[in-house]
């Protein structure tokens, strides 16, 4: 399955840089926390933040961002966190591979990729266990295919 969408591609690393510090700091714009600014903000973390253990963070940095701006973390919105943790496999198996040395350049690539893509998780779990309340609120294994 596939979905087709022109994303939206950072102009500067310092870009991609604002988006990452922003989620820490929680002062990123509720609307600005878009499919592009998650894997940009994957991406920041991931290769410039080495002092931070993305997978031991990352729930509770979306959670808090999440509740900053007045989302909620539920069985039904908010933090998914197979879904965090799919593209957190994706991101890092991207800059495994990826020749590309600016961070504006390399989370376009990532975008414009096959990881990148909003329908990539798919290719590792059906709709249904992707989209389960379990699958939101801790992280299941896939039922399709390994992750990277």
């Given at each position: 399955?596939?979905?087709?969408?022109?994303?939206?591609?950072f102009e500067r690393d310092e870009d991609v840089s604002a988006i990452g510090t922003g989620l820490l700091a929680c002062t990123l714009p509720r609307?600005?926390?878009?499919?592009?600014?998650?894997?940009?903000?994957?991406?920041?973390?991931l290769s410039e933040r080495p002092d931070i253990d993305v997978d031991a963070e990352i729930a509770g940095i979306i959670r808090r961002?999440?509740?900053s701006v007045g989302g909620v973390n539920d069985d039904r919105q908010?933090?998914?966190?197979?879904?965090t943790r799919a593209y957190v496999?994706?991101?890092?198996?991207?800059?495994?591979?990826t020749?590309?040395?600016?961070?504006?350049?390399?989370?376009?690539?990532l975008l414009l990729s096959d990881k990148g893509r909003r329908d990539?998780?798919?290719?590792f779990y059906s709709r249904e266990l992707l989209f389960?309340?379990?699958?939101?609120?801790?992280?299941?294994?896939?039922?399709?295919a390994a992750l990277p």
């Open positions: 399955m596939t979905t087709d969408y022109s994303p939206r591609l609307e600005a926390w878009t499919h592009e600014a998650h894997l940009g903000a994957c991406l920041w973390l961002f999440n509740e908010g933090y998914h966190d197979s879904i496999a994706g991101v890092r198996l991207f800059l495994s591979e020749m590309e040395t600016g961070l504006a350049a390399r989370a376009n690539a990539w998780p798919l290719r389960s309340v379990a699958a939101r609120q801790g992280f299941v294994k896939p039922d399709l």
